[in-house]
Structure formats: C-alpha cells, structure tokens
C-alpha cells in the first residue's frame, strides 16, 4: 500500500536556527498537509496546500513558517528560526480530494526538538 | 472552534470487552474519520463517515454519527490488547481544507 514517508524521523536543533522538514505524499495526492502534536497534546493544523498554494493556515502557521513543493515529489515545511515551544511531532498528510472525500494518509511524523 | 471533543479521556477495559468512545463537535461538517494512535507514532486512520450517513461498520469498529446531536461514537467489540492506543476524532470545516482533531481517548486494554 503507498504510503506518506517523513525524514528525518528525529531533528535536533538549537533555538533560532531554520529547520526544513521534509514529506513525500502518496503520488497520485492532490492534496498536502502539516500538523504538528506537542508531546501529550492534540494534533494541530497547521496548513493545507493545493496547486501550489496554501489553502488554508492555522493561527499557529504564522510568518516564520513556510511550505513548499520543490518538485513533484517533495513538501517541506520550514520553520525559519525556532523556538524552544517548536518542539512537536510534525506531520506531513496528503489526500486525493478534499471534501466528502478527503481521507488524508499520515505520515509517521518527524520529533523536533529545539534545545 | 470546530475542534471536537472525545470522552471519555482515558479507558482501561479488560480483553474481550467492548469499548466506546464518544466524540463531540461543534459546527457542520462534511464527514467525520477516526484515527488511532499508537504512543509516540503516526497516525492511522480508522473509518470515514460522511454527514449523510448513520453508521458504518468497518471489522470490529462500529461507528455511529448523529448531526443533530454533532457527535459520533467509536465502538471496538471484541477488544485485544494490541487495541490499546490512543483514538482521535477529526471533523472537517466545510471546504475540507481543514481537519480538526480532537483531545483523543487513552484506551488501554488489560490482558
């Protein structure tokens, strides 16, 4: 079964550095995805992105984050200089439509920990 | 806020039990999915209803939704052992463009 894959699964970095978390979706998905859960807490939206823009953004996406296509395989999610409360599992999901029939695929996450 | 709510927060049954997780949402929605997740791991989706059904049975998963009420209910009949996870709703705003997610149910089933 195709399937999202995320590297790198674990990324250390220190507070004001930039990170690039990177996400192949399932390649036929139109569709792409960032969540992020901080360790005991729920699962956050953060951006939806479609036809090479962003669809929709959370509250928490705010200026030093950014989401790119480079190819037509790879979706990256850049935090541009992190934060010590930047530390999550970030998730990457991608879906063939939205809507009605919008399953989304989960990748199985990238732990970021900013010390 | 969209963002739904599952109760109860933690369960602990026995194997073979049956367990129920209920989950609360707050505006229309066009389908509602369930996810599990194991402790430290991705997520993996379960079941997807969509607004204009009832219910829908997927193996031992049962789910109900009622939109009048904006809430859903998980059942896991014949639980194992290896069902102990966590389990999340997720509703939809209306373009689909944004999933929210519940606060989940711990269930932990004793061997």
């Known amino acids: 079964e195709p399937e999202v894959t995320q590297t790198p699964s674990h990324q250390v970095t220190q507070m004001g550095q930039e990170v690039i978390l990177r996400c192949v979706p399932i390649?036929?998905?139109?569709?792409f995805y960032w969540y992020r859960q901080i360790l005991g807490q729920k699962v956050e939206f953060l951006v939806s992105?479609?036809?090479?823009?962003?669809?929709?953004k959370s509250e928490i996406f705010d200026d030093q984050f950014s989401v790119e296509r480079p190819d037509g395989s790879n979706f990256t999610l850049k935090i541009r200089s992190t934060k010590l409360e930047d530390s999550a599992m970030y998730f990457c999901a991608s879906s063939l439509t939205t809507g009605t029939g919008g399953w989304q695929y989960f990748g199985p996450g990238t732990r970021l920990t900013v010390t | 806020s969209q963002q739904g709510e599952e109760d109860p927060q933690a369960l602990s049954i026995q194997e073979g039990e049956n367990a129920t997780m209920n989950c609360s949402y707050k505006?229309?929605?066009?389908?509602l999915q369930w996810y599990r997740q194991n402790s430290g791991r991705g997520l993996v989706h379960l079941i997807l209803?969509?607004?204009?059904?009832r219910e829908k049975h997927s193996g031992r998963l049962r789910v109900t939704l009622d939109t009048s009420k904006k809430s859903s209910s998980l059942l896991i009949t014949a639980s194992r052992a290896a069902d102990t996870a966590s389990y999340f709703c997720a509703t939809d705003d209306r373009t689909g463009n944004q999933f929210y997610f519940g606060t989940g149910t711990s269930l932990t089933v004793i061997p």
């Open positions: 505006t229309s929605i066009n389908n």
């Open positions: 992105f479609y036809n090479n823009e962003i669809s929709e």
């Open positions: 390649s036929n998905h139109l569709y």
């Open positions: 209803i969509r607004s204009n059904e």
